[in-house]
């Protein structure tokens, strides 16, 4: 796949102060990376809260938001080649929350507890044309999976993890709150 050196990006400054950036430089990666051509990124609550300063971002510096990403691989990492077998073309989507791959909690499968960075949050997003990310932390998906939808594999994982650790049972009421894109998808899980 041709990579171009240059890209689009929606850029984030501060608080309600975003600007497209027509000639940010696209991603380097490094031997763990893969570099993903971003197909579609979902707006996140946590997305529209950054952007009206109602929540802060992991950096000081201007930063490419999106972290519910789906694409596809434009470059890979020798590493990242070799242990995940991704090869350019590969469809995917990312797992924002990229912690340390041999950290105890990420072998418990509890990534979420030792964050080392956070796709769209800490480091550049899936607002952009291009967006780096961890071989371990990037997912395939089925070649013929509608990359639209595909975007959707992280808020469905949210609400998902959170269904399983209620441990629902028939015939109990439950009480979902917030009529968002997790909380719609909560309901449909939990009933």
């Not at 990310?133 to 639209?148: E, F, G, R």
């Not at 968002?180 to 449909?188: D, N, R």
Request: charge should be negative; charged fraction near 20%; glycine fraction near 10%.
């Amino acid at each position: 796949m041709d990579v171009p050196d240059i890209m689009k990006a929606q850029v984030f400054y501060e608080p309600e102060q975003m600007t497209l950036d027509e000639a940010k430089p696209v991603p380097e990666i490094g031997p763990e990376q893969v570099l993903v051509k971003v197909h579609a990124t979902g707006i996140c609550g946590s997305d529209v809260s950054y952007y009206f300063g109602k929540a802060s971002v992991g950096t000081e510096d201007p930063l490419v938001l999106g972290h519910e990403i789906s694409g596809v691989i434009a470059r890979v990492g020798e590493i990242a080649a070799e242990k995940g077998g991704f090869e350019v073309g590969d469809p995917v989507v990312v797992n924002p929350v990229q912690s340390d791959v041999d950290s105890p909690w990420t072998q418990k499968g509890l990534s979420n507890v030792d964050l080392g960075t956070v796709v769209g949050i800490s480091v550049d997003g899936g607002f952009a044309e291009y967006c780096a990310s961890h071989w371990y932390w990037t997912v395939k998906v089925p070649q013929d999976m509608d990359l639209d939808i595909a975007a959707s594999a992280e808020p469905l994982a949210c609400g998902l993890y959170a269904v399983k650790n209620l441990n629902i049972e028939a015939g109990q009421f439950v009480t979902i709150f917030g009529p968002g894109p997790i909380g719609i998808m909560m309901v449909q899980m939990a009933k």
